[in-house]
């Protein structure tokens, strides 16, 4: 029997992986703890003695009860108020993630614009999209994770890669040009200027708000610059108490974090096709600021 504390660091080498399979699987930072916590019971309380592979056992557990939660929190969602949006969390990949190709995979497959897409998927497709295209695991282990046949497994894949394709937009990535318009953004709703706004938004610009009906948000899906831009000019009159704006990384990519007392107040994050903004998410539910609070 192994002793407990080599369990936990077994289980400390891996916690990271774990946390971000969950994360990618549910979208709530809040959920994916909560399964890597009965993750931790489970493994502390297993015959670890037969066990050779402790990511690979870690990794199955984890997602195991990841789709097990999904399933249940996709009605809770059917009745969530107003659009529904993954949970923002504070990505820095730091000298943990040195290579830029493995850093770009690692940013793509945690942005929002990805999980929104996901949320489309069956539980199952959407595991097997996580373990493969995240975390590069083989065909033959997810078919083990999943109790299915690999070659269920490769169908599924491809299933899923096809509907992510179709359905993921194509924004700009480039770090350093994302920043600036961001902060053009910001100089632009905070000088009152709807000229100014509208010269950075897109035609056909849409403005996605998860407030959850905690925080005074947009209900529907909104379109059109002109419409956006004074909603946003609306938006930035409002009184903020001890407003601090941070430009900080959410999600992979550049973002706009409005601090109140100190606290998570709203997260704006840009969508980007060709030098003008397609898309926005203006996120100010409380209850799924926390991934951002540090």
Known sequence: MTAPDTALDAFEEHRSTLTGVAYRMLGRFADAEDVVQEAWLRWSGADRGEVRDARGYLVRITTRLAIDRLRRVQAQREAYVGPWLPEPIATDFGDAVPDTAERAVLADSVSLAVLVVLESLSPLERAVFVLREAFGFPFSEIAGTLDRSEAAVRQLAG???????????????????????????????????????????????????????????PLRVMHT???????????????????????????GGPALVVLSQGRPDTVCSLGIVDGRIAEIYLMRNPGKLTGVAA
């Open 159 to 217: 299933r899923a890669r096809q509907h992510v394709e179709e359905r993921k937009p194509r924004y700009d990535v480039d770090p350093a040009a994302r920043r600036d318009l961001t902060e053009r953004f910001l100089a632009a709703a905070g000088g009152g200027s709807l000229e100014d706004l509208l010269a950075l938004l897109a035609p056909d610009v849409r403005l996605v708000g998860d407030s959850g009906g905690k925080a005074k948000g």
């Open 225 to 251: 610059a002109d419409k956006i831009g004074r909603f946003l000019l609306a938006v930035a009159k409002t009184p903020v108490p001890d407003a601090e704006f941070r430009f900080t990384e959410v999600n």
